[in-house]
């Protein structure tokens, strides 16, 4: 049976790209499974990761056949919300590459990724009370810190599907591409989240992703970190050597 992700790893990215096209991508079973072992890898030996999906469409949402079958004990279990709150937790960048359908359970492992970049031909959205149920994997929270609550009001309650130009004048994706430059625009933000300081990377995700009432202690317990950091050192005596030149 063919791998629900196919996983490109190398040194600084792990590239993951969900692949079941005769399903459009439907996130099953199968495939948090998948997802949860690449979290794993990636708490283990931190880099930035990539999510994208095979054939034009990045995912059209959970799969259907087996959420009808799913019981209150199922939706208690939250199999994809914890699988997509530890894609949200993972320590370094994510960066989502979407094309085509990103509906549902799809839009909101989007929503859970830190920078979204998408294509012309994107339609994204939640069209779940649609089908009976509600977005229950992040969409109710997460979705109204990204374009706001009127926004996120509208999209959950219509089940209002967004084409790529209105996801981006809404901030929900930061940049649209062709859908042939679509996997090399994310790993052209890769490479620049690559030639950056890891520790400070991961740090100022830290603080970005932490609560309110976090702030600024957050900070300044992070950044009291990196001032006794070699790296940090390094780098800055290396800006002013340039600069001297």
């Known amino acids: ?100 359908y990103a509906l549902g359970g799809g839009a909101e492992l989007a929503y859970a990724a830190d920078i979204r970049i998408g294509t012309p031909r994107l339609r994204i959205g939640n069209p779940e009370t649609g089908l009976g149920i509600i977005a229950a994997a992040g969409a109710t929270w997460r979705l109204p810190a990204i374009v706001g609550e009127a926004r996120a009001a509208e999209l959950l309650l219509t089940g209002r599907i967004l084409d790529g130009d209105t996801a981006l004048a809404w901030g929900l994706v930061s940049s649209l591409h062709d859908a042939d430059d679509l996997l090399p625009a994310a790993h052209a933000i890769a490479d620049r989240i690559a030639a950056n300081d890891p520790l400070a990377t991961r740090h100022t995700k830290t603080a970005l992703r932490a609560p309110a009432d976090a702030h600024p202690a957050i900070e300044l317990r992070l950044q009291a970190e990196l001032f006794e950091s070699p790296e940090k050192e390094r780098r800055m005596t290396a800006f002013l050597e340039r600069k001297r030149r």
Request: aromatic share 2%.
């Open 1 to 100: 049976m063919p791998e629900p992700l196919l996983v490109d790893r190398r040194d600084d990215r792990v590239v993951v790209t969900l692949s079941r096209p005769e399903a459009r991508n439907a996130i099953d079973q199968e495939m948090i499974d998948a997802l949860h072992a690449v979290c794993g890898e990636l708490e283990t030996e931190p880099r930035t990761l990539i999510l994208c999906g095979a054939d034009g469409v990045f995912a059209s949402g959970a799969d259907i056949a087996q959420l009808r079958e799913r019981r209150a004990a199922d939706a208690r279990r939250g199999i994809n919300t914890h699988a997509f709150a530890r894609v949200r937790a993972l320590p370094m960048p994510v960066v989502a590459a979407l094309d085509g």
